[in-house]
């Protein structure tokens, strides 16, 4: 059974849409967290929520929204996508100060 | 500013060899994680050595710790085809909740 999952696994959609994207995880943990990997690879912490409160937001533009109904689901809404938002989105999950579990990613272009 | 510089960027061994990449941080950290991340798919956790640790192994995996020097290294012995990945350090700093800072990267490349 996949421990993290999210959908979709791929995304494109046009400029200045709204779109979801879903990630839970079965593992029991405390912790999700939502990274943006860009096409340089580079891996960026964005929102992190702990037992379903928010507890890191690094700077994210206010069109992204996570949301968490329960300890085992992290929704990322992002609304009026633009160009630059185009990257791999990865959930993960953890006990706090443990090793975090990384879903499969999801792989959005916005055009 | 990015927390974590991998080097190298790129490594190509041929098999059999061993693979070292190096990973520098810039502030104290509880612990420092290493994560595998095949081409396009998510990632793998490999090792976490905690800050008051100098070295670990898992199989044919070796992590050592400086805290000194700010830096890791991940070793990888008798390398395969099938460790051909792009390898990140994180590092979880202290002072609260686990905000962990992912480095650039070394991307591996084992020749059969």
């Known amino acids: 059974d996949t421990a993290v999952s999210q959908t979709p696994k791929y995304l494109v959609t046009q400029m200045g849409n709204d779109k979801s994207i879903k990630c839970e995880q079965n593992?029991?943990?405390?912790?999700m967290y939502w990274y943006k990997q860009d096409s340089k690879k580079f891996l960026k912490i964005m929102f992190s929520?702990?037992?379903?409160?928010?507890?890191i937001n690094e700077t994210v533009p206010n069109r992204f929204s996570p949301k968490s109904p329960d300890k085992a689901h992290l929704n990322l809404h992002i609304n009026s996508l633009e160009l630059g938002d185009s990257a791999v989105y990865f959930c993960?999950?953890?006990?706090?100060?443990?090793?975090?579990?990384f879903g499969p990613g999801t792989r959005l272009t916005v055009l | 500013s990015q927390q974590g510089e991998e080097d190298p960027q790129a490594l190509s061994i041929q098999e059999g060899e061993n693979a070292t990449m190096n990973c520098s941080y810039k502030?104290?950290?509880?612990?420092l994680q290493w994560y595998r991340q095949n081409s396009g798919r998510g990632l793998v956790h490999l090792i976490l050595?905690?800050?008051?640790?100098r070295e670990k192994h898992s199989g044919r995996l070796r992590v050592t710790l400086d805290t000194s020097k700010k830096s890791s290294s991940l070793l990888i012995t008798a390398s395969r085809a099938a460790d051909t990945a792009s390898y990140f350090c994180?590092?979880?700093?202290?002072?609260?909740?686990?905000?962990?800072?992912f480095g650039t990267g070394t991307k591996l490349q084992v020749i059969p």
């Open positions: 993960a999950s953890s006990y706090v100060g443990d090793t975090q579990y």
């Open positions: 593992l029991g943990h405390d912790t």
């Open positions: 929520y702990n037992n379903k409160e928010l507890i």
């Open positions: 502030t104290s950290i509880n612990n």
């Open positions: 050595i905690r800050s008051n640790e």
């Open positions: 994180a590092t979880d700093s202290p002072g609260g909740y686990q905000k962990v800072t």
